[in-house]
């Protein structure tokens, strides 16, 4: 049985992908294609791969192939391989593909002023969600655990050791894992 906050999760996630679909629509795309383009637009350069996006969405990854195809070839991403890792291609958005999304961005929220409340409180549940059902983590690196705040206001991932600019640490990582939370009750 359904209770309070199932209910109003449902109704907002069902609120959104109608939303969703409008906005591709408008666009003359498929739901994943926006999806694709939202998370590249949000995803930090070690999470722009067919296989993140794969994981993120849920989707297969035949499903996704096929969805990028379809992309690169009208133009709005472009995959390049790694200059680090040859054997890893990466998937960036096209200027074309920016100009969409920001039309389709359009439909998708009211503007609604987002308090630090609400953002936590739906940051608390989707933590809450990823570790009860043991769930991939992809989230702002600024909620990692392996996020570091040097002494001179910079950042560093301390999983890769890599260098994290403020812009970095808004961005969403496959490698994500929130900080440990307090389940007592």
């Not at 209910?7 to 294609?33: D, N, T």
């Not at 133009?75 to 999304?101: A, Q, W, Y």
């Not at 769930?135 to 002494?151: A, D």
């Amino acid at each position: 049985m359904l209770n309070d906050l199932d209910i109003w999760l449902e109704r907002l996630s069902s609120l959104y992908k109608s939303q969703m679909r409008e906005a591709a629509s408008a666009e003359g795309m498929q739901v994943v294609h926006l999806e694709i383009l939202r998370y590249l637009s949000v995803c930090n350069h070690y999470s722009n791969t067919a296989q993140a996006i794969s994981e993120y969405l849920g989707q297969t990854k035949g499903s996704i192939s096929q969805s990028l195809k379809v992309l690169e070839k009208d133009g709005f991403i472009e995959r390049n391989p790694c200059r680090e890792d040859k054997r890893v291609i990466r998937v960036f958005m096209t200027k074309k593909g920016e100009h969409s999304l920001e039309r389709m961005c359009e439909y998708l929220m009211p503007n609604l002023e987002a308090k630090p409340n609400d953002i936590d409180l739906v940051r608390s549940l989707l933590q809450k969600w990823q570790n009860q059902n043991d769930h991939q983590g992809f989230g702002q690196c600024q909620s990692c655990r392996f996020n570091r705040e040097l002494k001179n206001g910079e950042f560093l991932c301390g999983l890769t050791e890599a260098p994290l600019t403020k812009t970095d640490i808004k961005k969403i990582c496959r490698e994500h894992e929130f900080y440990a939370i307090n389940t007592k009750k």
